[in-house]
């Protein structure tokens, strides 16, 4: 079965410090991947995505992330933390329907909390 | 939250009701998705269009119906079958395109019923 994994219900880090947040995924073939950020009683926004070349993918708002295929995982990353990131994280991964068709498949979710 | 608007934000109703949300974009995407968000459980797929006068069931659409008669409007109708509609609900757009498949999402619909 196709699936994304966020081990990590919170997430906790101090203003400055640098910051993961974990996802692992199981798809069949090549993965497409996402990450998506969520403030409070708002939509998802896109931050950035994985399709094919550089494992090093970089975002909006000085985030990235790393695909590594031997453990299947990308994870978000960011050098220095804000406290106006807090927020909760969503990893997603593409699914082929068939044609072009597709769909997302959500982690469930990591709440960042930055304290000052 | 892009082009995509959602209507209204909060929204509440009566056990037994249908409630039908809102959701328009000006994106020009073919696709489009709605989703239901609950916490702790990540977003589930209801149902998703790819293109006008067509839709298929997502994996959670028991209760719910929707149409698509227009390519920039996608309302989702919450049925009184839906056995527990109180959620965050989120419609979605996208392209058709393999690589530039990103989804953009509305701000979202809060429906409470009681």
């Known amino acids: 079965a196709q699936s994304v994994a966020q081990p990590e219900d919170q997430v906790n880090v101090a203003e400055g410090n640098p910051l993961t947040v974990k996802c692992t995924y199981s798809?069949?073939?090549?993965?497409?991947l996402f990450w998506y950020v969520q403030y409070p009683n708002r939509g998802l926004q896109f931050l950035l995505k994985?399709?094919?070349?550089?494992?090093l993918v970089k975002g909006s708002y000085g985030f990235e992330a790393e695909f590594n295929k031997s453990q299947t995982s990308f994870h978000l990353k960011k050098p220095s933390a804000l406290v106006s990131d807090s927020a909760l994280y969503f990893c997603?991964?593409?699914?082929?329907?068939?044609?072009?068709?597709?769909?997302?498949?959500f982690g469930t979710g990591t709440l960042l909390a930055v304290q000052p | 939250d892009g082009g995509i608007t959602q209507s209204p934000k909060y929204l509440f109703r009566k056990e037994g009701q249908n409630v039908t949300l809102s959701c328009e974009q000006n994106?020009?995407?073919?696709?489009m998705y709605w989703y239901r968000q609950d916490p702790g459980q990540g977003l589930r797929l209801i149902y998703y269009?790819?293109?006008?006068?067509?839709?298929q069931k997502g994996d959670i659409a028991e209760g719910y119906s929707v149409s698509r008669e227009k390519k920039e409007s996608f309302p989702l109708t919450v049925t009184s079958a839906q056995k527990n509609p109180t959620a965050f609900y989120l419609c979605?757009?996208?392209?058709?395109?393999?690589?530039?498949?990103?989804?953009?999402f509305g701000p979202g619909t809060r429906l409470t019923v009681t």
């Open positions: 979605a757009s996208s392209m058709q395109d393999r690589v530039f498949y990103e989804q953009y």
């Open positions: 798809v069949s073939g090549n993965p497409y």
């Open positions: 994985y399709i094919t070349g550089d494992n």
């Open positions: 997603a991964v593409r699914v082929p329907l068939g044609g072009a068709t597709n769909k997302l498949i």
């Open positions: 994106l020009n995407h073919d696709a």
């Open positions: 269009s790819q293109i006008v006068n067509d839709f």
